[in-house]
């Protein structure tokens, strides 16, 4: 198996992040054209959108919160050569959980949902870094 694969997964995750740039763009056009937008205060103020906007901006802030640390995982995996099936299903999942919790929070935002999408991908990523933390210390030995 090459390690390598390691990175389709990571290329979905930044896709998603790139997709939620465009629907938050669309979504600040047709504010501004429905004259739902504080122009005066948008320059420096999120709360000058309407409330379908920030759920949107607040998904793409966590985009760059844990998304961040899975990016750091699957390099210390690849750099590792560590990268076995168990890997690779742990990565789709998380990167499946972030698809979930940015549908949920650019749509519906229930949090009681988010907040359990969010919980599973957190536990996916943790024991990515166990496994990662382990191979690291097998590696050294």
């Known amino acids: 198996m090459s390690r390598d694969l390691i990175f389709l997964p990571v290329l979905v995750q930044v896709a998603l992040t790139l997709a939620i740039y465009v629907v938050l763009i669309r979504a600040k056009i047709r504010a501004i ?3 739902e937008c504080d122009q005066a205060r948008r320059a420096l103020y999120d709360d000058a959108f309407p409330e379908y906007v920030l759920k949107i901006n607040n998904n793409l802030r966590n985009q760059f919160e844990l998304p961040v640390l899975f990016y750091v995982v699957a390099l210390v995996l690849w750099a ?3 990268v076995n099936v168990a890997a690779l299903v742990a990565a789709w999942a998380f990167v499946a959980s972030r698809l979930v919790h940015a549908w949920i929070h650019c749509t519906t935002n229930v949090v009681a949902h ?3 999408v969010f919980t599973v991908g ?3 990523l943790a024991a990515m870094l166990l496994f990662a ?3 690291a210390a097998v590696s050294s030995a």
């Open 80 to 82: 590792l050569d560590a």
């Open 133 to 135: 933390v382990f191979e």
């Open 33 to 35: 054209k429905a004259g």
């Open 122 to 124: 957190w536990w996916i």
């Open 114 to 116: 988010r907040r359990r």
